[in-house]
Protein backbone atom coordinates (compact mmCIF):
# COMPACT_ATOMS: atom_id res chain seq x y z
CA UNK A 1 0.00 0.00 0.00
CA UNK A 2 0.69 3.99 -0.12
CA UNK A 3 3.48 4.92 2.34
CA UNK A 4 3.89 8.29 4.09
CA UNK A 5 6.60 9.29 6.25
CA UNK A 6 7.48 12.14 8.30
CA UNK A 7 10.32 13.20 9.61
CA UNK A 8 11.06 13.62 12.70
CA UNK A 9 9.26 11.80 14.54
CA UNK A 10 9.59 13.59 17.77
CA UNK A 11 11.38 17.16 17.90
CA UNK A 12 11.99 18.83 21.59
CA UNK A 13 12.70 22.83 20.74
CA UNK A 14 12.83 26.04 22.90
CA UNK A 15 10.15 28.70 22.51
CA UNK A 16 10.41 31.50 19.82
CA UNK A 17 12.35 29.12 17.40
CA UNK A 18 11.24 27.51 14.47
CA UNK A 19 11.06 24.03 13.94
CA UNK A 20 10.82 21.97 10.42
CA UNK A 21 8.50 18.72 9.95
CA UNK A 22 8.86 16.92 6.72
CA UNK A 23 5.93 14.99 5.16
CA UNK A 24 6.93 12.73 1.84
CA UNK A 25 4.90 10.00 -0.39
CA UNK A 26 6.71 7.26 -0.49
CA UNK A 27 5.98 5.26 -3.45
CA UNK A 28 3.17 7.40 -5.15
CA UNK A 29 2.79 11.41 -6.37
CA UNK A 30 0.36 13.41 -4.06
CA UNK A 31 -1.00 16.32 -5.55
CA UNK A 32 -2.69 17.30 -2.55
CA UNK A 33 -1.56 16.72 1.13
CA UNK A 34 -3.11 17.40 4.25
CA UNK A 35 -1.96 18.47 7.93
CA UNK A 36 -3.85 17.84 10.97
CA UNK A 37 -3.13 18.55 14.48
CA UNK A 38 -3.82 16.40 17.46
CA UNK A 39 -3.70 17.64 20.86
CA UNK A 40 -3.63 14.63 24.06
CA UNK A 41 -7.42 12.52 24.36
CA UNK A 42 -8.58 14.85 21.32
CA UNK A 43 -9.31 14.19 18.28
CA UNK A 44 -7.55 14.89 14.87
CA UNK A 45 -8.58 18.77 13.91
CA UNK A 46 -7.58 19.80 10.18
CA UNK A 47 -5.53 22.53 9.67
CA UNK A 48 -4.37 23.37 6.38
CA UNK A 49 -4.65 21.49 2.39
CA UNK A 50 -1.79 22.14 0.60
CA UNK A 51 -1.93 21.59 -3.16
CA UNK A 52 1.18 21.09 -5.29
CA UNK A 53 2.79 24.09 -6.91
CA UNK A 54 0.05 26.70 -5.30
CA UNK A 55 -0.81 27.71 -1.98
CA UNK A 56 -2.40 26.19 0.83
CA UNK A 57 -5.94 26.48 2.14
CA UNK A 58 -6.11 27.03 5.96
CA UNK A 59 -8.67 26.04 8.23
CA UNK A 60 -10.49 29.05 9.91
CA UNK A 61 -8.41 29.72 13.00
CA UNK A 62 -5.08 28.39 12.09
CA UNK A 63 -2.95 31.18 11.15
CA UNK A 64 -0.93 31.33 8.23
CA UNK A 65 1.58 33.19 9.07
CA UNK A 66 3.13 30.90 12.27
CA UNK A 67 2.03 27.68 10.13
CA UNK A 68 3.72 28.02 6.92
CA UNK A 69 3.79 25.16 4.63
CA UNK A 70 5.38 24.32 1.36
CA UNK A 71 3.81 21.92 -1.07
CA UNK A 72 7.58 22.32 -4.00
CA UNK A 73 6.72 19.09 -5.38
CA UNK A 74 4.60 15.91 -6.03
CA UNK A 75 6.22 13.93 -2.92
CA UNK A 76 6.89 16.48 -0.33
CA UNK A 77 5.41 18.96 1.66
CA UNK A 78 6.89 20.81 4.83
CA UNK A 79 5.25 22.65 8.15
CA UNK A 80 6.98 25.20 9.83
CA UNK A 81 6.06 25.95 12.94
CA UNK A 82 7.54 29.48 13.49
CA UNK A 83 8.27 31.17 16.68
CA UNK A 84 6.82 28.13 18.54
CA UNK A 85 5.23 27.89 21.97
CA UNK A 86 4.40 25.78 24.66
CA UNK A 87 0.85 25.85 23.39
CA UNK A 88 2.01 25.38 20.10
CA UNK A 89 3.00 21.63 21.54
CA UNK A 90 1.01 19.02 20.17
CA UNK A 91 0.85 15.85 17.52
CA UNK A 92 1.19 16.61 14.00
CA UNK A 93 0.15 14.39 11.55
CA UNK A 94 0.24 15.04 7.81
CA UNK A 95 -1.74 13.23 5.23
CA UNK A 96 -1.52 12.32 0.92
CA UNK A 97 -4.45 11.60 -1.64
CA UNK A 98 -3.90 8.55 -3.02
CA UNK A 99 -3.68 8.66 -7.07
CA UNK A 100 -7.22 6.88 -6.99
CA UNK A 101 -8.81 10.42 -5.22
CA UNK A 102 -10.70 7.89 -2.83
CA UNK A 103 -8.21 7.79 -0.29
CA UNK A 104 -5.91 9.39 1.97
CA UNK A 105 -3.10 7.69 3.53
CA UNK A 106 -1.58 9.44 7.20
CA UNK A 107 2.33 9.82 7.92
CA UNK A 108 3.12 8.38 11.51
CA UNK A 109 3.24 11.84 12.93
CA UNK A 110 5.25 14.12 14.33
CA UNK A 111 5.56 14.97 18.33
CA UNK A 112 6.25 18.35 19.26
CA UNK A 113 7.37 19.48 22.30
CA UNK A 114 8.27 23.32 22.93
CA UNK A 115 9.97 23.94 26.19
CA UNK B 1 -17.95 19.81 12.40
CA UNK B 2 -18.06 16.33 12.09
CA UNK B 3 -21.30 14.77 10.22
CA UNK B 4 -21.45 11.47 12.33
CA UNK B 5 -22.15 10.06 15.22
CA UNK B 6 -20.40 7.35 17.02
CA UNK B 7 -20.57 5.81 20.87
CA UNK B 8 -17.61 6.96 22.76
CA UNK B 9 -16.56 3.15 23.60
CA UNK B 10 -17.07 -0.15 23.22
CA UNK B 11 -15.56 -3.54 24.59
CA UNK B 12 -15.02 -6.54 22.77
CA UNK B 13 -13.76 -9.65 23.74
CA UNK B 14 -10.83 -11.64 21.96
CA UNK B 15 -12.36 -13.32 18.80
CA UNK B 16 -15.71 -12.21 18.40
CA UNK B 17 -17.11 -9.94 16.10
CA UNK B 18 -16.76 -6.33 16.77
CA UNK B 19 -19.62 -4.28 15.31
CA UNK B 20 -18.97 -0.22 15.38
CA UNK B 21 -22.10 1.66 14.16
CA UNK B 22 -22.13 4.86 13.28
CA UNK B 23 -25.04 7.24 12.33
CA UNK B 24 -24.95 9.54 9.42
CA UNK B 25 -28.28 11.03 8.90
CA UNK B 26 -27.42 13.90 6.80
CA UNK B 27 -24.92 12.44 4.39
CA UNK B 28 -25.74 13.47 0.47
CA UNK B 29 -26.26 11.41 -2.24
CA UNK B 30 -22.19 12.16 -3.55
CA UNK B 31 -20.50 11.44 -0.28
CA UNK B 32 -18.66 8.10 0.92
CA UNK B 33 -18.53 6.89 4.44
CA UNK B 34 -14.62 6.07 5.49
CA UNK B 35 -13.46 4.49 8.18
CA UNK B 36 -9.83 4.59 9.49
CA UNK B 37 -8.42 3.88 13.44
CA UNK B 38 -5.57 5.13 15.16
CA UNK B 39 -4.02 3.39 17.59
CA UNK B 40 -1.83 5.40 20.26
CA UNK B 41 0.72 7.98 19.26
CA UNK B 42 0.31 6.78 15.92
CA UNK B 43 -0.79 8.25 12.51
CA UNK B 44 -4.47 7.03 11.36
CA UNK B 45 -4.65 4.04 9.94
CA UNK B 46 -7.38 3.66 6.62
CA UNK B 47 -9.95 0.53 7.06
CA UNK B 48 -12.20 1.16 4.09
CA UNK B 49 -15.04 2.92 2.51
CA UNK B 50 -18.00 3.07 0.32
CA UNK B 51 -20.74 5.00 -1.26
CA UNK B 52 -24.40 2.54 -1.32
CA UNK B 53 -22.98 -1.17 -0.97
CA UNK B 54 -21.42 -3.36 1.57
CA UNK B 55 -17.76 -3.30 1.10
CA UNK B 56 -15.67 -5.77 2.65
CA UNK B 57 -11.77 -5.89 2.54
CA UNK B 58 -8.91 -8.03 4.18
CA UNK B 59 -9.63 -5.71 7.31
CA UNK B 60 -13.03 -5.33 7.78
CA UNK B 61 -16.50 -5.29 6.28
CA UNK B 62 -18.54 -2.10 5.98
CA UNK B 63 -22.58 -2.59 5.88
CA UNK B 64 -24.47 0.56 4.60
CA UNK B 65 -28.10 0.83 5.37
CA UNK B 66 -30.39 1.37 2.26
CA UNK B 67 -31.45 4.90 3.18
CA UNK B 68 -27.24 5.37 3.84
CA UNK B 69 -27.92 6.91 6.98
CA UNK B 70 -26.43 4.63 9.29
CA UNK B 71 -23.56 2.53 8.58
CA UNK B 72 -21.53 -0.43 10.73
CA UNK B 73 -18.15 -1.31 10.58
CA UNK B 74 -17.40 -4.86 11.40
CA UNK B 75 -14.00 -6.58 12.62
CA UNK B 76 -14.80 -10.19 12.16
CA UNK B 77 -12.32 -11.57 14.70
CA UNK B 78 -11.31 -9.23 16.97
CA UNK B 79 -7.88 -9.74 18.65
CA UNK B 80 -5.89 -7.45 21.05
CA UNK B 81 -3.97 -4.94 17.93
CA UNK B 82 -7.19 -4.20 16.82
CA UNK B 83 -7.60 -2.35 20.35
CA UNK B 84 -8.01 2.17 18.90
CA UNK B 85 -9.80 4.58 18.31
CA UNK B 86 -12.42 4.24 15.00
CA UNK B 87 -13.16 7.23 13.20
CA UNK B 88 -16.27 7.20 10.50
CA UNK B 89 -16.05 9.91 8.53
CA UNK B 90 -18.54 11.10 5.40
CA UNK B 91 -17.09 13.22 2.79
CA UNK B 92 -16.98 14.01 -0.50
CA UNK B 93 -14.05 16.31 -1.24
CA UNK B 94 -11.21 14.30 0.24
CA UNK B 95 -10.23 16.37 2.99
CA UNK B 96 -11.51 14.29 6.12
CA UNK B 97 -12.61 15.71 8.93
CA UNK B 98 -12.69 13.89 11.95
CA UNK B 99 -15.39 13.18 14.97
CA UNK B 100 -14.02 11.90 18.35
CA UNK B 101 -14.69 8.84 17.36
CA UNK B 102 -15.30 5.24 18.96
CA UNK B 103 -12.54 4.05 21.54
CA UNK B 104 -13.06 -0.07 20.86
CA UNK B 105 -11.05 -2.28 23.87
CA UNK B 106 -10.53 -5.63 22.98
CA UNK B 107 -10.37 -8.11 25.87
CA UNK B 108 -8.40 -11.13 26.09
Known amino acids: GAVVSQHPSWVICKSGTSVKIECRSLDFQATTMFWYRQFPKQSLMLMAT?????????EQGVEKDKFLINHASLTLSTLTVTSAHPEDSSFYIC???????????FGPGTRLTVL | DAKTTQPTSMDCAEGRAANLPCNHS???????VYWYRQIHSQGPQYIIHGLKNNETNEMASLIITEDRKSSTLILPHATLRDTAVYYC?????????FGAGTRLTVKP
Open chain 1, 50 to 58: SNEGSKATY
Open chain 2, 89 to 97: IVNDNNDMR
Open chain 1, 95 to 105: SALGTSGNEQF
Open chain 2, 26 to 32: TISGNEY
